[in-house]
């Protein structure tokens, strides 16, 4: 049974960085063909993907946000992690770690998520 | 980047009736576009991949359709925990999701 859990501050203040992990069971993040990736949810903006991790240590991030993002895993503690560095008020929103598999046949998108974690930025 | 735009944003049915949900891509996406169904207070959850197919446990009442840069969701028969809000989903180029459609009860 696959599993995932994201773990976060709750809140922060504008400027600091935010540490996320997302510890799962199930899977492998050593095993041909995995991936743990990030999207985030806000009232304002819905779904948006931030950034993937593949087994072979493979890293994308969206464009848009690739300057203030890292991602990293930890495969002997089942574990993915997200930084985002200089928060604002406008990354305030659930965080969402998700997991996609590659097979010969077909690559399932996200098919497990965690129950997400809500970030507050806030002075 | 490729934009989903979605329609409509909000939609009310009632049980039985047949419903469908439409998603547009600013460009073509081979086909490479799934559905996720989300709750309230839950993670989405995948519904369909690759524009037709089924993910494992879904019900055969829900279905997917489409070409290029026009896709449909049909939900053939409402079921009253089919309520939510759906997303569609683009992984041809880089990952985008569309910005969702509420089915509420009428």
């Known amino acids: 049974q696959v599993t995932l859990k994201e773990s976060g501050p709750g809140i922060l203040q504008p400027s600091q960085t935010l540490s996320l992990t997302c510890s799962f069971s199930?899977?492998?993040?050593?095993?041909?063909?995995?991936?743990v990736g990030w999207i985030r949810q806000s009232s304002g903006k819905g779904l948006e993907w931030l950034a993937n991790?593949?087994?072979?240590?493979?890293?994308y991030y969206n464009p848009s946000l690739k300057n203030r993002l890292t991602i990293s895993k930890d495969t002997s503690n089942n574990q993915a992690f997200l930084k985002i560095t200089n928060m604002d008020t406008a990354d305030t929103a659930t965080y969402y770690c998700?997991?996609?598999?590659?097979?010969?046949?077909?690559?399932?998108?996200?098919?497990?998520w965690g129950q997400g974690t809500l970030v507050t930025v806030s002075s | 980047d490729i934009q989903m735009t979605q329609s409509p944003s909000l939609l009310s049915a009632s049980v039985g009736d047949r419903v469908t949900i439409n998603c547009k891509a600013s460009?073509?996406?081979?086909?490479?576009l799934n559905w996720y169904q989300q709750k309230l207070g839950e993670a989405p959850k995948l519904l369909i991949y690759?524009?037709?197919n089924l993910q494992t446990g879904i019900p055969s009442r829900f279905s997917g359709s489409g070409s290029g840069t026009d896709y449909t969701l049909t939900i053939s028969s409402l079921q009253p925990e089919d309520f939510g809000t759906y997303f569609c989903?683009?992984?041809?180029?880089?990952?985008?999701f569309g910005s969702g459609t509420k089915l509420e009860i009428k």
């Open positions: 998700a997991r996609t598999r590659i097979t010969t046949v077909v690559t399932d998108w996200f098919a497990y």
């Open positions: 199930g899977f492998s993040l050593s095993t041909y063909g995995m991936c």
């Open positions: 991790i593949w087994w072979n240590d493979d890293k």
């Open positions: 460009q073509n996406i081979n086909k490479y």
């Open positions: 690759n524009t037709n």
């Open positions: 989903f683009q992984h041809n180029s880089w990952l985008t």
